[in-house]
């Protein structure tokens, strides 16, 4: 069974950071392309940043431009989001999804989730 487990999430203060984990089991994640989603409540999930399958393509939000970097380690099965600068309106679950195809930001190119980790910033 294709999995996909989130990690990383917590509660942090205003400038902080926060490295999320992006872990596959079942599938080898070196032959997908990896986005980080996030959703706040009472708004629509939206693409934070997504990741070629070697890594030499990656593109954000640009809520998120100069302060989040995606990474994976092909090696380890996992992707990773480094979170910098963090700001209230960072605060959201944030999911990781995987996809055969070239990165996106659009939710519904993806076709596995993982269940979300909730990272919250506030002082």
């Known amino acids: 069974q294709l999995q996909l487990v989130e990690s990383g999430g917590d509660l942090v203060q205003p400038g902080g950071s926060l490295r999320l984990s992006c872990a596959a089991s079942g599938f080898t994640l070196n032959t997908y392309t990896i986005a980080w989603f996030r959703q706040a409540p009472g708004k629509e999930r939206e693409g934070v940043s997504c990741?070629?399958?070697?890594?030499?393509?990656?593109n954000y939000a640009d809520s998120v431009k100069g302060r989040f970097t995606i990474s994976r380690d092909n090696a380890k099965n996992t992707v990773f989001l480094q979170m910098n600068s963090l700001k209230p309106e960072d605060t959201a679950v944030y999911y990781c999804?995987?996809?055969?195809?070239?990165?996106?930001?659009?939710?519904?190119?993806?076709?596995?989730w993982g269940q979300g980790t909730q990272v919250t910033v506030s002082s």
């Open positions: 990741i070629s399958v070697r890594g030499g393509r990656t």
């Open positions: 999804a995987a996809r055969s195809g070239i990165p996106t930001m659009w939710a519904m190119d993806y076709n596995y």
